[in-house]
C-alpha cells in the first residue's frame, strides 16, 4: 500500500482564534484562576486589588493631565470612569449619579468571557473606579452588587461618594484621598 503524502500546512496559513489581546486575557483568566485556587478568592482579590489602585493612580493622573485640571468634579469622575472602560472594550453606563452616590451599570467586561469565574478580577474596576472616585472627591466606597464575574448578565456598580448610613451598611470596599 502507497501512502499519499498530505499537504503540507504550515502553521501561519491556519486560522486560529489567537492574537494579543485574547492571549492577554487568557492569561489574566488563568494568573487569577491560579491565585484563587492557591490563596483563596480574598487574598487574591487582595493581590489584584493592589495592581487596581496603581492603574488606577496611574489614570486619574492621566486624565487629569489631558483634561487640565487639578481634580475632577462628580460629574467628570462619572465621565472619565465611562471613558476609561469604553476605551478598553467595556460597556458602562451611568444609572444615576446624586451627591451621595453613583449608580453604574454594564453590558460588556473588558476581560470578556474570560472574567466568568474570576471574581477576584473585579476587583480591577473596584480599585480604579474606588481610587479615581477618591482622589477627586475625598471618599469611595464601591460595591459590586452584580457581577458578569458570578454569572449576572451584566455588572451594577455603585460608588458612594460620602459616608452615609446607606454606604456604611453597604459591602464593599472604601477608599479615601491621598
Not at 489584584?48 to 481634580?71: C, E, F, K, P, T
Not at 451594577?156 to 459591602?171: D, F, H, K, M, R
Amino acid at each position: 500500500m502507497t501512502m499519499t503524502p498530505l499537504p503540507q500546512v504550515r502553521p501561519a496559513d491556519v486560522s486560529m482564534p489567537l492574537e494579543r489581546d485574547l492571549f492577554l486575557r487568557t492569561l489574566l483568566r488563568e494568573l487569577a484562576g491560579t491565585l484563587q485556587d492557591v490563596v483563596g478568592l480574598q487574598e487574591a482579590s487582595g493581590f489584584i486589588s493592589v495592581v487596581g489602585q496603581r492603574i488606577g493612580d496611574q489614570m486619574n493622573q492621566a486624565y487629569r493631565a489631558a483634561l487640565g485640571r487639578a481634580v475632577l468634579n462628580p460629574e467628570m469622575v462619572g465621565e472619565v470612569l465611562l471613558d476609561l472602560k469604553r476605551r478598553i472594550q467595556g460597556d458602562f453606563f451611568l444609572i444615576s449619579l446624586d451627591s451621595e452616590k453613583m449608580v453604574l451599570g454594564n453590558r460588556a467586561c473588558p476581560f470578556g468571557d474570560k472574567v466568568v469565574g474570576r471574581p477576584a478580577l473585579c476587583m480591577m474596576t473596584s480599585n480604579v473606579f474606588g481610587s479615581i472616585a477618591a482622589e477627586n472627591l475625598g471618599y469611595a466606597k464601591v460595591e459590586l452588587r452584580e457581577t458578569i464575574a458570578q454569572g449576572n448578565s451584566g455588572c451594577l456598580v455603585i460608588i458612594y461618594l460620602q459616608a452615609t448610613p446607606e454606604s456604611q451598611a453597604a459591602s464593599g470596599r472604601e477608599y479615601f484621598q491621598g
